[in-house]
C-alpha cells in the first residue's frame, strides 16, 4: 500500500478569505501574535501498491481532481508501506 | 516569525463523507487503484517572534478554534525562520 499525503494550497497572491475570518478570531481569543493563516486541504491517499507508475497517478489525481491549479498549488509525499 | 504548520484530520473511525465522493470521482476517472480518500485542513499560521511561548500558544490555538476535538485530530509542526 502507499500512503500518499496531498498538500493543497491556495496561490500566495491570492487573497484567502477563510483564513482571514480565522485570524480575527484567532485575535479576538487573545492571540494577537497570530499574524497570517492561510487555510488548505491536507488530503490523505491509500493507493494499491499493484500500481504501476504511482508518481503519474498522483500527479495527474492532484491537477486533475484534488487542486484547482488556476487558484491552488499542491505538494504531495508518497511513502510506501 | 514563527511558521506553524497544522494539519488537522477526521478521527479514523469517523466515515469520512468527502473523501467517498473523492474517492469514487478518482475511480470513475479511471483511478481503480485509490482505495481510500481522507480529506483534512492543512493550516499555515505566520506568528509573531516575539511571542513567549509559542508551543502553548499553538496548543490552545488548535484545541479551541482550529480543531473540533470531538471528531478531529491535529498535529502541528513549527519552525522558526
Known amino acids: 500500500m502507499y500512503r500518499v ?4 494550497t ?3 497572491s491570492l487573497l484567502d478569505a477563510q483564513g482571514k475570518v480565522v485570524k ?3 485575535v479576538n481569543l487573545g492571540y494577537d ?3 497570517n493563516v492561510r487555510i ?7 493507493i494499491n ?3 504501476k507508475d504511482v508518481n503519474t497517478a498522483v500527479e495527474e489525481l492532484c491537477s486533475k481532481l484534488l487542486a484547482n491549479t488556476v487558484i491552488e498549488n499542491y505538494k504531495y509525499e508518497i511513502e510506501k508501506e
Open 5 to 8: 499525503k496531498v498538500y493543497v
Open 10 to 12: 491556495l496561490k500566495p
Open 24 to 26: 480575527g478570531a484567532a
Open 33 to 35: 501574535e497570530v499574524e
Open 40 to 46: 488548505g486541504k491536507f488530503i490523505e491517499l491509500s
Open 49 to 51: 501498491e499493484n500500481t
